[in-house]
């Protein structure tokens, strides 16, 4: 068996042993109603509160609670009392001095930053803006180790159960203790982790799970975080179950219904033999039953065996951008009469194809990729994005009119990939690393079982500009390796790599889409050379601006918002987006990036930007310009932004200028009432006037067919006198973990808009809620992000509330020294939680 055969046939990395071929009988039932399960037949705890957390240390023993003490530490389980692997680990470990956390949770946004002069060349970018300055790494080991603890409640009559944890992802490097003893370590920031403790678990007694995580070392080129930042389970199922992942239905459109088959693996993690009945359920978007099909298995003891079924049903919605239709697959597996496990795996019903000529067709339509590139980090909470928070940004860019994302560049959260499937959103998946080693295989493999019955992923990306081996043999011999894997685990969607340059050559002769990575002016000449492969923008624009400023101030760190700064690579948004909206064999572009992130501060890379400039919206989600250059044209509903703003005080008579992004038919601009001229809209270009300034009113008017339909004004705002809060949703979930997103801005007198206000904001809360982080947008701000304070960054800050677990009215007041205060009403419902 050769490395791919051994990846193919694991359902789980820790699986015991491998399923030979499944002694199955398969045969259409009658449809009957389902058997009822036993109580708690699979249980699935998440494990967010009760966390204690502290700093260790990557080079001092005693800093590390003796961690790596002595040179014996893997010689015996667990140590022994005397010469435990760790203090920390054991249950009598006096932890009340840590911290208490919850999780997910990111230690590098509490961490300070590292600014001191180095000498650089004058063309060196320094190191340590690529992860947004920092004091993490090889250079702060008193920062890079972080210890994890809490109790395990594991219920008595989990007994004789298969127990285990899952790690949604972990920064970087974990070794994983329960009772004091290690069960797992595991490398790589990005893949989940899924641990069995059955044997070292002790149900209806006193557990405590213990977690070292390392982050010295990074992966990427941009902020990571440090730590738990993503989810941590607590799992239980019969020693006969589906293991993780374990179902793959493969769903398509049939006339009016569907079609689907379903690979069901069923592990029999007992001493004896069982005969299993494995029975699959399409429920339809609307709650009904639609097929059911069942089939016999023969498991024998500590095997492995696969049922493959097929069902087909009549009126089948299909799933889209425009309505994510959801079907569910419900898997039992009986025995003797009896269920045993139950699994509610969520699919689509759609075709996705990538055309050479025709781009990319959803159920059988062209429809060009509106897409944008993200990373994991958000204002305020760093790498450990609520939930709700995940759902937040998608929203905000669907109302942009992106209906594409591509996770870059890596494995993103799964809470990220259920809001893509359930609120509408195409997805490129990609892996971490681009390479064959046994590592990256399996990072690869995990990525592909967990998200391949999701609607939303359309392809696997397997690399991005991998400069050293893109354009080689070395690289399309790589590529190879992983696309075989790929197809075999998922034959039914293409595979991709991102590349910026070497495009004829290397993985480009081995992908079945190939991303170009901003070279888009050369995508036409490569489609007349290779005229059968598809292909797309993966990366385009990158456009760089600050949100609200409007001249350039390299001295500050400051790039105005007309989408006019690029770096050399790069372009504007209205250059690559002409070249793509035009040529109907460009599946479409993904834009670098939705939103600002921490770290890689291009232009500037160096003290004191701490995040990047190239989003479409700021670190918090407020719109720049470019954001309604993109909504004017990837949306059909009318559109008209005018921009800059009109607060030019000492500027008088001075020539600005002034932008309109528009979809309308023609504009005309008017100062304090003048006209200043009428301009026709040509399609995916923009408007510009060059305007002298008096303070006062400036109007655009647009018109579509002759008519006046929208019309948008910027005034002239005096001293700032009052703050204003509004909230994405005032009724919240009181489960501990929902937020509310509140936007602070700033109003003069007559309630206009102080478009470069800049006042300190502290944020009060009453009732059962915390503010959990704050952010202003500002790529140069070093302030805290685990605060209830923040400056303003040209009129607007951002704080995100989180409810606690009572429930009741919350209200949050705004305050700033000299303006009248703003408060907001919330509430918060109380709700179970969820288990």
């Excluded at 001092?60 to 692997?85: C, H, L, N, V």
């Excluded at 089939?295 to 009549?314: F, G, K, Q, T, Y």
């Excluded at 790599?497 to 050369?522: E, I």
């Amino acid at each position: 068996m050769d490395r791919e055969d051994l990846l193919v046939s694991r359902v789980d990395r820790r699986a015991l042993m491998q399923g030979a071929t499944a002694a199955a009988v398969a045969a259409i039932l009658p449809s009957t109603p389902a058997l009822a399960a036993t109580p708690e037949t699979r249980r699935r705890i998440k494990l967010a509160f009760d966390w204690k957390f502290a700093l260790g240390h990557a080079a001092d023993i005693d800093k590390d609670f003796g961690f790596g003490r002595d040179q014996r530490t893997y010689a015996k389980t667990g140590g022994s009392e005397t010469s435990p692997i760790a203090e920390a680990a054991k249950a009598a470990f006096d932890d009340s001095a840590w911290t208490d956390v919850q999780i997910p949770h990111d230690w590098a946004i509490d961490l300070p930053y590292d600014s001191t002069p180095r000498i650089l060349a004058p063309d060196q970018d320094d190191p340590r803006a690529a992860h947004g300055f920092h004091a993490l790494g090889r250079d702060h080991p008193e920062n890079s180790v972080g210890w994890y603890r809490r109790p395990l409640d594991i219920p008595a009559d989990w007994a004789g159960r298969r127990i285990g944890l899952e790690f949604d992802g972990a920064f970087r490097q974990v070794v994983v203790f329960v009772n004091g003893i290690i069960v797992d370590e595991h490398a790589g920031g990005y893949s989940p982790f899924r641990i069995d403790i059955t044997d070292v678990a002790q149900p209806g007694r006193p557990n405590w799970l213990t977690v070292r995580v390392d982050a010295s070392l990074g992966e990427g080129w941009f902020y990571e975080g440090a730590g738990l930042y993503r989810h941590v389970w607590l799992t239980a199922a019969n020693p006969v179950h589906v293991p993780p992942d374990g179902v793959f239905i493969r769903a398509e459109p049939q006339g009016s219904g569907a079609r689907a088959t379903v690979e069901a693996a069923v592990r029999n993690q007992s001493d004896s033999s069982r005969t299993a009945t494995v029975r699959t359920v399409v429920v339809a978007p609307n709650g009904l039953e639609k097929a059911r099909r069942e089939v016999m298995l023969s498991l024998a003891p500590w095997r492995n065996e696969n049922a493959d079924l097929a069902l087909a049903w009549d009126v089948a919605p299909l799933w889209s951008p425009a309505d994510p239709q959801l079907h569910r697959l419900t898997t039992e597996i009986e025995i003797d009469g009896v269920v045993v496990d139950r699994i509610e795996t969520p699919f689509g019903v759609r075709s996705a194809v990538f055309d050479a000529q025709r781009g990319f067709l959803l159920n059988g339509q062209p429809l060009k990729l509106l897409g944008a590139c993200c990373h994991q980090d958000h204002a305020g909470v760093g790498a450990a994005i609520p939930d709700r928070l995940q759902d937040w940004r998608i929203e905000q860019l669907k109302a942009m009119g992106c209906n594409a994302y591509r996770a870059s560049h890596n494995p993103a959260m799964p809470e990220l990939m259920d809001a893509c499937d359930r609120l509408g959103m195409l997805v490129i998946a990609e892996t971490r690393r681009m390479s064959s080693d046994e590592e990256s295989m399996t990072e690869l493999a995990t990525l592909v079982r967990r998200d391949r019955n999701r609607p939303s992923v359309i392809a696997w990306s397997i690399g991005n500009e991998e400069q050293a081996i893109q354009g080689n043999e070395t690289g399309a011999a790589i590529a190879r390796t992983m696309k075989r894997l790929v197809n075999r685990l998922d034959p039914s969607r293409p595979v991709t790599a991102a590349k910026d340059q070497d495009f004829d050559t290397g993985v480009s002769r081995v992908v079945d889409v190939l991303g170009f990575n901003y070279r888009t002016p050369q995508m036409e000449g490569y489609h007349a050379r290779f005229p059968d492969q598809p292909i797309l923008g993966s990366e385009t624009g990158s456009t760089v601006s600050t949100r609200g400023e409007y001249v350039l101030d390299a001295a500050r760190h400051i790039v105005p918002a007309y989408d006019r700064e690029h770096p050399w690579w790069a372009s504007t948004a209205e250059e690559w987006w002409t070249i793509a909206a035009e040529r109907p064999y460009i599946a479409g572009g993904f834009i670098w990036t939705g939103f600002d992130y921490r770290g890689e501060p291009t232009p500037y890379s160096r003290w004191p930007s701490v995040g990047s400039y190239f989003g479409a919206m700021d670190s918090c989600g407020f719109p720049k310009d470019n954001y309604w250059y993109y909504r004017a044209w990837w949306r059909p509903e009318p559109l008209l932004h005018l921009f800059p703003h009109w607060n030019w005080e000492g500027r008088e008579g001075e020539e600005i200028e002034v932008w309109v992004h528009s979809n309308l038919d023609r504009v005309e601009l008017l100062v304090n009432g003048r006209s200043v001229g009428a301009k026709t809209v040509e399609r995916n270009r923009h408007l510009a006037w060059s305007v002298p300034y008096a303070p006062g009113v400036l109007e655009a008017r647009g018109y579509k067919n002759g008519h006046l339909v929208s019309t948008q004004r910027r005034e002239t705002a005096g001293a700032p006198a009052a703050l204003r809060l509004s909230v994405d949703r005032q009724r919240l979930t009181a489960d501990g973990e929902d937020v509310a997103m509140i936007a602070t801005s700033v109003v003069d007198a007559r309630g206009r808009p102080c478009p470069r206000a800049n006042d300190l904001v502290a944020f009060e809360v009453a009732g059962d809620a915390r503010v959990i982080g704050v952010g202003n947008g500002d790529p140069v701000s070093h302030e805290p992000d685990r605060s209830d304070r923040r400056h303003l960054f040209n009129g607007l800050a951002q704080a995100i509330v989180q409810t606690g677990r009572k429930g009741g009215p919350i209200t949050v007041t705004a305050r700033a020294d000299g303006l009248r205060p703003a408060v907001l009403r919330l509430d918060a419902r109380n709700t179970k939680l969820s288990t």
